[in-house]
């Protein structure tokens, strides 16, 4: 709406604003926005790899002051590449730490969707909360986000004393998903800088706090945006999730040469939906084979963290907004991914792990 006041006020705020060549901002046919949508605003420019660090300064001041409108819910100017090469910002975000207070940002990935990516990604991230540490999640899922329903997270993050956003917080672990952030339909549109760019701005625009573990449920596959997160976020690590269906072997291959070419370890992998345990007569049925992601870990030398089964009890646990890490420490789902988290964290501290740390572990 033409008359919506924030649209208004933002257009305001961007009319001081020129670009770089002197283009008022408003004006510049790279420009697109500001949109406006429950009052959250989002401005895109577009730009190429090389001139996106010329548009750094001014794409954080527009920024700043669009967040400064009153009403605004949040707002997000963010450069996008237009070109096919190389995705945008990586160089400069990956010269700074972004999150100093964070000793470790572990991607949880998969090649191809529906693996089981985000249940895994919050059960491991409890677990390593029940093994003593400060654990934080982004839902980094842009275009399937599914950790507001994981984790029962409701309504929208507020904005601390220095704007920047407060994290949630459920069953002891801060939360963060871009599914509070953007409407659906505006985030289906979202091509891979612009995913990357948003999701860096999770990182560096949301007060995470001290935390032991940022773990980062990332959009699934292996494209661009997968790629740009995995160079630009100074991730310590990967842990790869699977089916153990070949096709979805053949994906989770694809992820983990991806984090090998860009330098991030692979922390573990971890196989979904291995086997079904009947409730009727009690017996484990292979429904997709045995043992494949096992040998393939072995195969190329990846730590495999363990087998999860399929079962009703984990999506049940799952669909109730109380994982099953949460709801049933004790039984044997619960006690697998605490084992695994456990493993997990051994694998990220193998170099540099502290004797405060030991403590914390052996305390829990
Ligand atoms: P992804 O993030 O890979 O798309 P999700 O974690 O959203 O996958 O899982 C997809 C669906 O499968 C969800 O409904 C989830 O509850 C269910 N699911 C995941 N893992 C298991 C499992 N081991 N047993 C039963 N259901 C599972």
């Not at 207070?101 to 985000?118: L, M, T, Y």
């Not at 959009?219 to 990967?238: N, R, V, W």
């Not at 922390?267 to 939906?273: A, C, R």
């Not at 429904?287 to 494949?292: D, I, S, V």
């Amino acid at each position: 709406m033409a008359d919506d006041p924030i649209l208004l006020a933002a257009r305001t705020a961007l009319s001081e604003f020129q670009m770089p060549d002197g283009t008022p901002f408003l004006d510049a046919s790279q420009v697109t926005g500001p949109v406006v949508s429950n009052g959250r605003i989002s401005v895109s420019i577009s730009t190429t790899a090389k001139a996106a660090a010329s548009l750094a300064d001014i794409r954080s001041k527009a920024e700043a002051a669009l967040r400064r409108i009153p009403g605004a819910q949040s707002a997000f100017v963010t450069l996008t590449n237009d070109a096919p090469e190389a995705p945008v910002l990586t160089a400069p975000q990956a010269a700074k730490p972004v999150l100093p207070d964070v000793r470790h940002v572990v991607a949880v990935a998969s090649g191809k969707g529906g693996v089981g990516k985000s249940t895994t990604a919050v059960n491991l991230a409890l677990g390593l909360r029940a093994n003593g540490l400060k654990v934080g999640i982004l839902d980094a899922d842009i275009h399937g986000p599914s950790i507001p329903t994981l984790l029962a997270l409701h309504g929208q993050p507020r904005m601390g004393k220095d704007r920047r956003l407060i994290p949630m917080q459920s069953n002891g672990i801060s939360a963060m998903s871009m599914g509070l952030m953007v409407d659906a339909e505006t985030a289906m549109v979202w091509r891979g800088p612009m995913v990357m760019s948003a999701i860096t701005q999770m990182l560096s625009d949301v007060d995470w706090g001290a935390l032991d573990v940022l773990i980062v449920d990332m959009p699934p596959g292996t494209g661009d945006a997968q790629l740009a997160i995995a160079q630009g976020t100074t991730l310590s690590g990967a842990v790869i999730v699977s089916t153990p269906q070949d096709l979805a072997l053949i994906d989770a291959r694809r992820g983990i040469a991806m984090f090998q070419k860009v330098d991030v370890p692979i922390l573990g992998l971890i196989e979904n939906m291995a086997h079904f345990t009947c409730t009727e007569c009690g017996k484990e049925h292979a429904l997709f084979g045995t043992g494949g992601a096992k040998a393939e870990a072995e195969r190329l030398s990846v730590t495999f963290l363990g087998a999860v089964p399929l079962t009703m009890d984990l999506r049940a646990a799952s669909d109730s907004g109380q994982p099953i890490v949460a709801r049933d420490p004790e039984g044997p789902l619960g006690r697998l991914y605490i084992d695994m988290a456990r493993a997990l964290w051994a694998n990220l501290t193998a170099s540099s792990m502290t004797t405060q740390t030991h403590k914390k572990l052996q305390g829990a």
